[in-house]
C-alpha cells in the first residue's frame, strides 16, 4: 500500500516569509512544507525569477519533504505553488502526485510544525517536458504559446512586476486564475512571468488529456533578451 503524503506549497510574489507562516498557522494534519522560491527554484537571476531547480537540489528538498519512491504526493497551495510542485516531481520522473484544492478540504487542520519521515527521492530527469527561450523564438510561428498571466500583464501595460512589459509575439492569453479557454491543435507551451502560474495551465490540459512544454524563464527571462516583444 502506498504511502501518502501532503504537501503545503503555499506561497506569496513578493513575500518570501508567507508561505511558511500561514504553514505554521493551519495546514492538513502531516503535511509537509516546500517553499517556491527555495524548494521550488534556483536562485533567481538571467535564466529568470524562478529558473528549475538542479536535480540534486530538488531531490534533498523532496526527499526532507517525505517524497520518494512509493509515496503518493497530495499538493496543495495557491497561485501555481502546488502545480509546479506537481509538474517539478513529473519532471523528475515521480508521477504520483495529485493536486488538491484546499478550499475544498474537509477535514482538521493543524498548526506548528510537524515531524516528517525523510524518504529517497532519486531524480530523473525528464528533458522532453521544457524548450528554452532560443529554441522558443526560432519556432514561434510552429507552436501555440499561451500566456498564463493576468490580461493586463499580456498586454503589456505599466506595472511593477514586469521591467519591460509586453508578452512572446503570437501568444494567446490564458490567464491562470480563469478557466482554460479553447485552443488550437498543435504543439504547445505554456509561460507566465516567471514558470509557477504557467503549471496551472500544464495541469488542467493534462487534466483534459493534453500535454505542453513549458518554458521555465518564463517572461522573466525573455525580458532580459535582445528578443521581440508584443504589446497591445
Excluded: K
Excluded at 140 to 150: F, I, P, Q, S, T
Amino acid at each position: 500500500m502506498p504511502r501518502y503524503q501532503f504537501v503545503d506549497c503555499r506561497w506569496e510574489l513578493g513575500s518570501p516569509a508567507l508561505g511558511r507562516e500561514l504553514y505554521l498557522e493551519a495546514h492538513i494534519p502531516g503535511a509537509s512544507f516546500l517553499d517556491v522560491d527555495e524548494d521550488l527554484a534556483a536562485p533567481p537571476g538571467s535564466r529568470g525569477r524562478h529558473p528549475l531547480p538542479d536535480a540534486d537540489d530538488f531531490a534533498r528538498a523532496a526527499s526532507g519533504a517525505g517524497i520518494g519512491d512509493g509515496v503518493f504526493v497530495v499538493a496543495y497551495g495557491n497561485m501555481g505553488g502546488a502545480e509546479r510542485l506537481w509538474w517539478l516531481l513529473r519532471h523528475f520522473g515521480h508521477d504520483d502526485c495529485a493536486v488538491l484544492e484546499l478550499e475544498a478540504w474537509r477535514g482538521p487542520l493543524r498548526a506548528g510544525e510537524e515531524e516528517i519521515e525523510p524518504a529517497d527521492f532519486t531524480p530523473r530527469p525528464r528533458e522532453s517536458d521544457t524548450i528554452d527561450a532560443g529554441e522558443l523564438a526560432e519556432r514561434l510561428e510552429g507552436l501555440v504559446v499561451v500566456d498564463a498571466r493576468r490580461p493586463e500583464r499580456f498586454r503589456g501595460e505599466e506595472n511593477p512586476i514586469d521591467r519591460v512589459p509586453g508578452r512572446v509575439p503570437g501568444a494567446r492569453n490564458a490567464p491562470w486564475d480563469e478557466p482554460l479557454p479553447q485552443l488550437p491543435e498543435g504543439e504547445l507551451v505554456a509561460y507566465c512571468g516567471s514558470g509557477v502560474t504557467a503549471c496551472v495551465t500544464l495541469h488542467r490540459l493534462w487534466l483534459s488529456g493534453r500535454e505542453g512544454r513549458l518554458y521555465p524563464g518564463s517572461w522573466s527571462e525573455w525580458e532580459q533578451l535582445d528578443l521581440p516583444v508584443t504589446r497591445g
